[in-house]
């Protein structure tokens, strides 16, 4: 993991502490051990990634090959969503968060917020949101399946969460990159 590793960790735990075990799915789970600390803390955990070169087999983790487009998140009790979001197109984001309706998330996510050092476009909108495009690698850390992400602004950001239903978005301050923290967001009711 980077630098920022050991924060992200710390900030994940104290996250997931506010909810009582249960349920939890890790899309993009990638190296697991966001998974590997959840399932420690009691939660039964699924983790998703379409790559499978990074699994590490773990008690309580069940390690799902699946593309996160494609994954039924129904029957969770938290979804989370750690250095995944970013990577995504703006229909995929929207088309997650309309799936996660009703439960609650964590997002771990890089937003166009004018401090980011990551190589992004000029401002562009597409369906009526304002974000910064991405061109995608091809590593173990880029997206998978498609060659451009969306990084909406924050203001786009907090829109596509309250479209989806989630009245209550909370930013972790200080944001542990210039453009990229966690948000806690919760759904008005459950679904």
């Not at 499978?52 to 039924?72: I, K, L, M, S």
């Not at 602004?153 to 990159?177: C, I, K, N």
Request: aromatic letters at 10%; one cysteine or more; charged letters at 20%.
């Amino acid at each position: 993991m980077a630098d920022d590793g050991h924060r992200r960790v710390e900030i994940f735990s104290r996250l997931l502490a506010l909810f009582s075990p249960g349920r939890l799915v890790d899309l993009g789970a990638g190296h697991g051990k966001f998974s590997m600390d959840a399932a420690e803390a009691g939660w039964e955990v699924t983790a998703v990634d379409a790559r499978t070169e990074r699994n590490v087999p773990a008690a309580g983790v069940t390690w799902v090959e699946c593309d996160v487009r494609e994954f039924d998140v129904t029957g969770f009790d938290v979804v989370a969503c750690l250095g995944l979001f970013y990577h995504l197109t703006l229909p995929d984001q929207i088309d997650l968060l309309a799936r996660c309706r009703g439960m609650p998330m964590i997002i771990d996510t890089h937003i166009a917020n004018g401090l980011s050092t990551h190589p992004l476009t000029e401002e562009v909108e597409q369906m009526g949101f304002t974000g910064r495009l991405y061109h995608e690698g091809t590593g173990l850390r880029s997206s998978w399946g498609n060659p451009q992400s969306f990084w909406p602004t924050p203001e786009s950001f907090h829109r596509m969460l309250g479209q989806a239903g989630y009245d209550t978005v909370v930013a972790v301050e200080p944001w542990y990159l210039p453009d990229r923290t966690f948000f806690v967001a919760l759904p008005l009711t459950a679904q």
